[in-house]
């Protein structure tokens, strides 16, 4: 199975930081990499997927690159309803697998 | 509008089953894999298996072999899963999710039901 490093696991960050969390991939993905952000007690929603597409009615700060093994997911001027938990998802074949979340906290 | 929308809560007793359902709306049942994810409390996002509610192939994650079930009834465009067994570990968030379309190279993992909390108790 494909395991999925993502980190940081948490950071804290103000109003208008840019932010970057990063997933690593145990062996190549090609661009089979979505990112979710899920808010307490919600479904997540999808920010990217195929690496870098943004998601119909995702704003343009959200952007995402990468390919093989290594992603990143950039939040470009953090806003207070960015806060929330960030998680990658590998679907190069299945078993799918996440990454273990990062949680954006207010500084 | 694309949708997908669940079944409500269940309480369940340990060694008991429980079978959760998934209603699509808004496009093609049969063009898109589900997916199902459960999450614990306080917990992290855990792949539980898949169906490709076409011709109803199905594949599972390692730890739920032998104790999940995944079918659908396409004429209600509804997929369900099952899950046997229970234990008090079982106790989570189980959401479904659609990744396609199945045939081609740009899929996407969206939407995603509003979920389901089961809980297991005695």
């Known amino acids: 199975d494909i395991q999925m490093t993502q980190s940081p696991s948490s950071l804290s960050a103000s109003v208008g930081d840019r932010v970057t969390i990063t997933c690593r991939a145990s062996?190549?993905?090609?661009?089979?990499l979505a990112w979710f952000q899920q808010k307490p007690g919600k479904a997540p929603k999808s920010l990217i997927y195929a690496a870098s597409s943004l998601q119909s009615g995702v704003p343009s700060k959200f952007s995402g690159s990468g390919s093989g093994t290594d992603f990143t997911l950039t939040i470009s001027s953090l806003q207070p309803e960015d806060f929330a938990t960030y998680y990658c998802l590998q679907y190069n074949g299945y078993p799918l697998t996440f990454g273990g979340g990062t949680k954006v906290e207010i500084k | 509008q694309v949708q997908l929308v669940q079944s409500g809560a269940e309480v369940k007793k340990p060694g008991a089953s429980v079978k959760v359902s998934c209603k699509a709306s808004g496009y093609t049942f049969t063009s898109y894999d589900i997916n199902w994810v459960r999450q614990a409390t306080g917990q992290g996002l855990e792949w539980m298996g898949w169906m490709n509610p076409n011709n109803g192939d199905t594949g599972f994650a390692q730890k739920f072999q032998g104790r999940v079930t995944m079918t659908r009834d396409t004429s209600i465009n509804t997929a369900y899963m099952e899950l046997s067994s229970l234990s008090s570990e079982d106790t989570a968030v189980y959401y479904c999710g659609r990744l396609g379309p199945i045939r081609a190279a740009a899929k996407s993992f969206d939407p995603w039901g509003q979920g389901t909390l089961v809980t297991v108790s005695s």
């Open positions: 062996q190549g993905i090609s661009n089979y």
